[in-house]
């Protein structure tokens, strides 16, 4: 717990994720009392995306009224990992970035002659912002005089200084595909220190660790108490991990956990050293850094935003609960069919970043179609799964945990790999309330998922011969 931290009162969890805002009330048990959510949508600046902070402020301060009548006494923020703010006279200077705005060819290539080999800092090259190094480089060209005098905060640490006016930083934020961490080390890279960003990036503080209380414009406004503190918090897909591990079956074993949502990330936790410079950086394979500062293997693809295209105008969710037995049920005209998809719907992401995306054998079928997509998903999350040497024990946490199509896929895909899911929708928010408490359990257990039917090797060998077939194809 906290130094200061107060062993009685609730607990306000703030999850800013690139496609959803959620605020959530936990007790002090682990119990969440209550969750709000609003749909991020997208907003442009002089004809580029970025993140609304100021809609989502106003939203937060709205939401964190509703709470003035109890006990908080701790709030925590998480976010997306490829978001950074510039800060200028206790200001924000402007609106951040959204990772998915395209950067102009010839600032990403004078960006990309700067960067350190991805054995220093286990970050690909990727694509539009999702380096923030490269938002970094295209900020100080588009607003020269606010950035040589701004301090940057990653955009979890934003909304601690957003609640508190102190401006920190924390290491799985610095540490998610940035460029500007360097792993072995646990220090900024050497490309942040020659370009002087490590010294405007605001001190390094740990994840658990009191920011401060809220700022007493905040309590004004909301209603609550202003002795409530605020940890700097941290990446989202951190939090998911550090909630995976109050699970006996995860905690300090061989384990991976895959997070679904917008992305889907695969997070290794090895049981012995993994040599992260050997991960194959071209197939969207990286590192990140727990809160302990300690490497996790990783991989991950777009799954959600693929799975959301493919279903194209059928608007009901593949994780839907009442569809779950139709959609199992269609699962074997799809096998036998051998009806499939080719990746990759969104280019330069995933395992195969340069496939050409196409159907084989499309069905017409509603059910067919969804339960090809759920296929699909498990076949990619298969691979990267692979990529990262996963093994023993894999934990399906997030909305698409609910896929049964998906996971019982994944599975049958991976015979040795016992595959559990958990609860679908919490995992993030009880992940940082752990920071306060790290003995605590998750409410429930894990429940063991059972193998798809149908022959799914079969299938798969069948898919990735049409994968090689289709990258020769483009190769020629």
Request: proline fraction near 6%; aromatic fraction near 8%.
């Amino acid at each position: 717990m906290p130094q200061g931290t107060a062993s009685t009162g609730s607990t306000i969890v703030i999850d800013l994720g690139k496609t959803l805002s959620k605020v959530s009330l936990w007790d002090l048990d682990g119990r969440m009392i209550e969750r709000q959510v609003r749909a991020n949508v997208p907003f442009e600046v002089d004809g580029a995306r970025r993140l609304d902070a100021s809609a989502i402020g106003a939203w937060l301060l709205g939401v964190l009224a509703r709470y003035k009548n109890h006990p908080i006494r701790t709030i925590i923020p998480v976010g997306h990992g490829a978001g950074i703010a510039a800060l200028v006279d206790g200001a924000l200077a402007f609106l951040p970035l959204d990772y998915e705005q395209a950067i102009p060819s010839d600032i990403l290539d004078s960006y990309r002659a700067q960067r350190d080999p991805f054995a220093i800092t286990g970050s690909p090259a990727l694509p539009d912002g999702l380096n923030f190094g490269s938002q970094i480089w295209w900020m100080e060209r588009l607003y020269p005089d606010a950035m040589a005098r701004a301090t940057l905060v990653p955009w979890a640490q934003y909304w601690a200084w957003f609640l508190t006016g102190i401006a920190t930083s924390e290491v799985t934020s610095l540490g998610c595909h940035s460029d500007v961490w360097c792993p072995q080390s646990a220090d900024f890279s050497p490309m942040a220190k020659r370009l002087g960003w490590a010294a405007r990036l605001a001190p390094v503080v740990r994840a658990g660790d009191c920011v401060g209380t809220i700022s007493p414009e905040i309590a004004r406004t909301t209603g609550l108490s202003p002795d409530v503190q605020v940890l700097a918090g941290l990446h989202d897909s951190n939090a998911a991990l550090l909630a995976a591990r109050g699970f006996a079956e995860i905690a300090d074993n061989e384990a991976t956990v895959l997070s679904t949502g917008t992305w889907f990330i695969a997070m290794r936790l090895p049981a012995s050293a993994v040599d992260t410079a050997r991960l194959p950086e071209a197939r969207d394979c990286l590192v990140n850094i727990d809160i302990h500062g300690r490497a996790v293997p990783s991989a991950r693809f777009m799954g959600g935003r693929e799975i959301e295209t493919l279903i194209e105008i059928d608007t009901r969710r593949v994780d839907i609960k009442p569809d779950q037995p139709a959609l199992l049920a269609a699962v074997p005209r799809v096998l036998g069919e051998a009806r499939m998809i080719l990746p990759t719907l969104m280019r330069g992401f995933g395992p195969y970043s340069n496939g050409a995306f196409g159907w084989i054998n499309r069905p017409e079928d509603w059910f067919e179609r969804r339960a090809a997509a759920c296929l699909y998903a498990a076949l990619v999350a298969d691979t990267a799964l692979d990529l990262i040497g996963s093994a023993d024990r894999l934990l399906v946490e997030g909305r698409f945990a609910e896929a049964e199509v998906f996971v019982r896929a994944l599975a049958a895909l991976r015979p040795d790999t016992a595959v559990y899911t958990a609860n679908a929708h919490n995992d993030v928010s009880f992940g940082a309330l752990r920071l306060l408490d790290p003995g605590l359990k998750p409410q429930g257990a894990l429940v063991r998922v059972t193998p798809l039917d149908g022959d799914l090797d079969c299938y798969r060998n069948l898919w990735k011969a049409e994968v090689e077939a289709s990258r020769l194809r483009t190769a020629a």
